[in-house]
């Protein structure tokens, strides 16, 4: 059997050794001749899967290892018979603790002595909005959540909690995690345009980790260079992987659609995938991805009484992720025409640094406030007290 599959995806060999021949190719360019003679597809999002890849191909199955999936057209697979699985949920902590981090650095910024005093809403409230309003919620943030396609769902369990895309835009912190969808009764591309960015202003921070297009970012490039601009944090671009030099410029923070980036998110994409080809095939599922993760190079830390209890906190965290590192990366690589500015991005996500998740990191606290401990364990720290 053969597998074609992205390059960049993590433990291939592990994985997928045993089941068939692996051929590693890049994903940015696969082409048609690429995959004519595999039996499976293993994608990342930088694939776009449909007829113009797969005709006359004699792929049964079809893998993205990450959580969207607008670059599948899973209409054509399954009129073609084709197999498919996507990886919900495989990084949605990591990108949980991409906002945390960049949170702590904006109510730092802002020189606020408490950041759970900012209201965050959060539009999209699926894997990933709800963790990250869960973690908020549990630290004592107001949280406010906008997800009309729950909102329709009277047995939604959460139902009575949703609010309109104009109230949770009045939030301090607006954070975007919804799919980009473009056909959907509540398509969400462009779903941020001048309009949206207008009401937005200087005092409020609006985080985007979901696809670039949900934002129009020339609007968002306009709307960046008027008085009472809102402060803004981008992962994803419109358009990737040639970013626009001059919103880079503009953004207060800025990433190349890394937020999902940790270790662990990205091997948990391919154990998703790897179950999914498994049962598909009729094979036994033996591996996890916990068997393969290696010991992080940091593993512990230790605070006492004595250390003032909000910098506890702020050292953990941002030990474990801090964005400027990215930001500074990035702002450093990307530079020249649309194809090199494409080649620096794809290169900075394909070279990324390992980063392990909070949960790799053993906190031992002695001497401090209940209250450090539950926000220590609700961030996702293993505590030793
Ligand atoms: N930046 C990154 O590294 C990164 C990492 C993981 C996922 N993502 C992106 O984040 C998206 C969300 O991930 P997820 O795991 O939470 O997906 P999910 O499918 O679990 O949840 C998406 C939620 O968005 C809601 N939604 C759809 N249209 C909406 C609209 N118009 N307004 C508000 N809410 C709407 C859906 O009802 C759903 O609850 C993914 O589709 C992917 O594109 C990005
Ligand atoms: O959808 C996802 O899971 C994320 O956007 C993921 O991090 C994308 O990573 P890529 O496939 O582009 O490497």
Redesign the pocket.
Same mark, same amino acid.
């Given at each position: 059997m053969l597998i074609v599959a992205d390059e960049n995806i993590p433990l291939l060999d592990s994985f997928f050794g045993d089941i068939g021949e692996i051929r590693r190719v890049p994903g940015r360019t696969m082409s048609a001749e690429d995959v004519r003679d595999a039996d499976v597809l293993l994608v990342r999002s930088v694939t776009r899967v449909g007829a113009e890849l797969l005709e006359g191909s004699r792929v049964r199955f079809v893998g993205t290892s990450t959580?969207?999936t607008?670059h599948i057209d899973q209409d054509w697979l399954k009129d073609r018979g084709i197999a498919f699985s996507a990886a919900? +949920?495989c990084?949605?902590n990591s990108?949980a603790e991409y906002v945390l981090s960049v949170l702590l650095l904006h109510a730092e910024r802002q020189g606020l002595d408490d950041w759970t005093n900012l209201s965050v809403g959060i539009? +999209?409230?699926?894997?990933?909005?709800k963790k990250v309003a869960h973690k908020l919620e549990r630290l004592g943030f107001d949280v406010h959540l906008?997800?009309?396609? &729950?909102s329709e769902d009277p047995g939604d369990q959460d139902a009575e909690r949703f609010e309109s %895309?104009s109230d949770v835009l009045k939030c301090d912190v607006v954070s975007l995690?919804?799919? %980009?969808?473009r056909d959907?009764r509540?398509?969400?591309w462009h779903?941020i345009g001048s309009a949206e960015l207008a009401g937005l202003n200087a005092s409020q921070l609006l985080i985007s980790? +979901? &696809?670039g297009e949900v934002i129009d970012c020339t609007a968002l490039s306009e709307r960046l260079d008027q008085a009472g601009a809102p402060v803004v944090a981008l992962?994803?671009w419109e358009p990737e992987p040639a970013i626009e030099p001059e919103l880079l410029t503009k953004v207060w923070l800025a990433t190349p659609?890394?937020? +999902?980036?940790s270790l662990e998110g990205k091997v948990q994409g391919t154990e998703i995938v790897y179950q999914a080809l498994s049962r598909f095939l009729g094979l036994p599922v033996r591996k996890k991805s916990g068997q393969f993760l290696p010991e992080p190079a940091l593993n512990k830390v230790s605070f006492t009484s004595s250390a003032d209890e909000g910098d506890a906190l702020r050292v953990a965290l941002l030990s474990c992720y801090d964005p400027r590192r990215d930001d500074a990366r990035m702002r450093a690589a990307i530079k020249g025409n649309a194809k090199e500015r494409a080649e620096a991005f794809d290169l900075l996500r394909r070279d990324y640094p390992v980063r392990r998740e909070c949960s790799s990191l053993k906190v031992q606290l002695k001497g401090t406030s209940k209250s450090l401990q539950d926000s220590f364990r609700t961030i996702g720290f293993k505590l030793k007290i």
């Open positions: 959580i969207g607008d919900p +949920g990084n949605a990108v539009v +999209g409230v699926g894997n990933v909005g906008c997800d009309p396609p &729950r %895309l995690h919804t799919p %980009l969808t959907a509540h398509a969400t779903m980790a +979901g &696809r992962d994803v659609h890394i937020a +999902g980036y």
